[in-house]
C-alpha cells in the first residue's frame, strides 16, 4: 500500500543517504524529492555534469571516477557548501553519495552548525557485493532527464528508450565490472568509517536495499516522517 501523500511540503531536517555503489540511493532520493518537494543533491551527478560540460572540475573528476576512486575532499565540500547555500535549500534537502569520508562527514557537520541546521536523518541502505554487480551492471540512465532503469528488474518498455522523455538510455562508464570492484573497495575502505564517525553521535538507520524499490521508498517515508516529527539540533 502507498503512503498517504503529505500536502505539506519541505523537510525540516536535512535527509543522507547512504550505501553501497548500487544500494538504491539515487532511484530513492528521487522518489523523496519529488513526495518532499525539496532539491535531490547528487554528487555522483554533479561531477558527471561536470564532465558534460567539459569543465577543468570535469576533466579531472572523470579520471578518479574512472578509476573508481574518489574525488579529493576539499573539491566535494566546496561544492557542497555552495549549493546548500542556494535558496531553493531553505526548505530543506535529500543528499545522496555525501558525506563518503569521515574528512567530508566533518565538515557537514561544521557547516550544519554554522547555518544552524537541525540535526539530519542518517540514512544506511544496505546491499550485498552480488547483488550490488548486478544491478551496476544492468543499469542504464536516460541522457536527458537522468531517469534510472535496470534491463534485468525495471527495463523500458522500448529498449534503450526513456519512457518518461524518449530520451537515449546509457551506461555508466563506471559501471564496468573492473570500475565496480574498485568503488566497492573505496567504500569499505573510506564510507564504512563514516558509519562509526555517525553512531558515535546520532542514530543511524539501517535499511534492506534487496526490497522493492517500492517497499525501500515507504518504510523511508515512514522513518523520515517519524524522525521528522522528533527534531534535535547539532
Ligand atoms: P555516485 O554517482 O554517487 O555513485 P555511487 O555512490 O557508486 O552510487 P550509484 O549512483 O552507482 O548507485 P545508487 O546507490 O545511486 O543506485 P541507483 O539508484 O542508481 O558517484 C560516482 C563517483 O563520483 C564516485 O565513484 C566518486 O569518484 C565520485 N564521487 C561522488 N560523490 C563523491 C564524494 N562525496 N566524495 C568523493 N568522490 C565522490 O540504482 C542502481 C541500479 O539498481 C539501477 O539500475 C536501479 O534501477 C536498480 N535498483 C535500485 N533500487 C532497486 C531495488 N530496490 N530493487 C531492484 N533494483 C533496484
Known amino acids: 500500500m502507498a503512503a498517504p501523500d503529505r500536502t505539506v511540503k519541505g523537510l525540516r531536517r536535512p535527509v543522507i543517504l547512504m550505501g ?15 513526495r518532499y518537494g525539496v532539491p535531490h543533491i547528487s554528487t555522483g551527478d554533479m561531477f558527471r555534469e ?13 579520471a578518479v571516477m574512472d578509476r573508481g576512486e574518489l574525488v579529493p575532499d576539499e573539491i566535494v565540500v566546496a561544492m557542497i557548501e555552495e549549493r ?8 530543506g534537502f535529500v543528499l545522496d553519495g555525501f558525506p563518503r569520508t569521515v574528512p567530508q562527514a566533518i565538515s557537514l557537520d561544521e557547516l550544519f552548525g554554522r547555518a544552524g541546521r537541525p540535526e539530519p536523518v542518517v540514512v544506511r541502505i544496505e546491499l550485498d557485493p552480488a547483488a550490488v554487480l548486478r544491478r551496476l551492471t544492468g543499469r ?66 539501517e535499511l534492506d536495499g534487496s526490497a522493492s524499490p517500492q517497499a525501500v521508498t515507504r518504510t523511508l517515508v515512514e522513518t523520515i516522517d517519524r524522525e521528522e516529527a522528533r527534531g534535535s539540533h547539532l
Open 20 to 34: 553501497p555503489p548500487g544500494a538504491g540511493k539515487g532511484t530513492q532520493a528521487k522518489q523523496l524529492a519529488e
Open 140 to 205: 542504464r540512465v536516460c541522457k536527458v532527464g537522468g531517469e534510472i532503469y535496470n534491463i534485468y528488474d525495471h527495463p523500458p518498455k522500448t529498449p534503450d528508450c526513456c519512457d518518461k522523455d524518449g530520451g537515449e538510455l546509457v551506461q555508466r562508464d563506471d559501471d564496468r565490472v573492473d570500475v565496480i570492484q574498485d568503488r566497492l573497495a573505496a567504500y569499505r575502505e573510506h564510507t564504512e568509517p563514516v558509519f562509526e564517525y555517525y553512531r558515535r553521535r546520532r542514530a543511524v538507520v
Open 84 to 91: 546548500i547555500g542556494r535558496p531553493d535549500c531553505a526548505v
Open 50 to 62: 561536470h564532465v558534460r560540460r567539459g569543465t577543468e572540475l570535469g576533466l579531472k573528476a572523470k
